[in-house]
């Protein structure tokens, strides 16, 4: 058996019914965003530092690129805003913090980790959370800035097809969650996730991505996971709680809870990905979709970005 890797990080920056013609931008450029998620994880990692502060490090790039929607290039609800979630987790402690539908910090992974470490709360929300960002320094920039035409163009076409009578959702199920799981050498876990959710969403709709047990979690004992999918479904189905309850009290292996939780989501109508690394640093992925944006990294091993289902 191999030894187990002093340090492991794994990516991702969606699920979806993906084809080489619905793909956000050119291939190349979504590989090449991917890989510099991974680089910005993996080069904390190297140099001893927590997986916390990878898993942040990871997801702030992928916010801040344009083809993933998180951050700068988030879509938009039906009124035309962007509202954003995140979560991060601290597998050591069990400490999380989360925001949901926030409009102004140009890094919500940012604020999710302030909410953690520096109040005494779990979730913040909407105009409560905005002005936790201010107060906490976060930096802050104009809705404008999120926005990226290719979004834009997807909730007018949703609004035509809403015209026309058929039905006003993601009918193309293409989920650009972003999230990340890390080891560290210290072998502490974390998890980090970040959404603009749903193109076209109403009524300060929320998924998983911000509620830990559901697409977010992180615990020393058992697993770190950050889940991309059918929101709803991962919720009734609890697949961060379910996950790691499977690894801790049943000994299933990380993968084969993963494979049972998305079973799960399945039987809601759901489907989606799922990236996880267990107590032994082995990291990895699954998921029910034509393809995952994803990438992974470890001390003993070769770095990988995939796409599709064949990869990896």
């Avoid at 210290?186 to 047990?213: F, M, V």
């Avoid at 991962?234 to 309850?245: L, Y």
């Avoid at 996880?276 to 470890?298: C, E, N, Q, Y």
């Amino acid at each position: 058996m191999p030894p187990a890797p002093d340090w492991s990080l794994v990516i991702h920056g969606g699920s979806g019914q993906l084809t080489p013609e619905t793909l956000p931008g050119p291939e190349a450029e979504c590989r090449a965003g991917l890989a510099a998620a991974l680089a910005a994880g993996k080069a904390i990692l190297a140099d001893g530092g927590s997986a916390v502060d990878a898993v942040v490090a990871a997801v702030s790039v992928l916010e801040d690129h344009p083809l993933f929607n998180a951050g700068r290039g988030a879509v938009f609800t039906a009124e035309g805003r962007t509202e954003l979630d995140a979560a991060v987790m601290d597998g050591a402690t069990r400490q999380a913090g989360a925001v949901a539908g926030v409009t102004r910090t140009r890094n919500p992974v940012q604020l999710a980790r302030a909410v953690m470490d520096n109040s005494p709360h779990v979730l913040l929300a909407r105009d409560g959370a905005d002005v936790f960002a201010i107060e906490q320094g976060l930096e802050q920039v104009e809705p404008g800035w999120f926005r990226v035409e290719l979004r834009w163009q997807a909730l007018q076409a949703m609004k035509a097809a809403a015209a026309r009578g058929e039905a006003l959702f993601d009918a193309d199920l293409k989920y650009g969650t972003v999230g990340a799981v890390a080891r560290d050498a210290r072998g502490h876990l974390a998890a980090a996730t970040s959404t603009g959710g749903l193109t076209g969403k109403r009524w300060g709709r929320i998924g998983d991505s911000p509620l830990i047990g559901a697409g977010t979690l992180a615990d020393d004992r058992s697993v770190a996971v950050s889940c991309t999918g059918t929101g709803e479904a991962f919720i009734r189905a609890g697949v961060g709680h379910e996950m790691g309850a499977l690894v801790r009290l049943s000994g299933l292996t990380p993968a084969q809870a993963a494979d049972r939780a998305l079973a799960d989501v399945a039987s809601f109508g759901g489907s989606g990905g799922i990236i996880f690394i267990g107590t032994d640093g082995k990291p990895g992925w699954a998921f029910s979709t034509p393809g995952m944006f994803r990438a992974r990294a470890a001390a003993c091993g070769d770095d990988q970005v995939a796409i599709w289902g064949g990869e990896g």
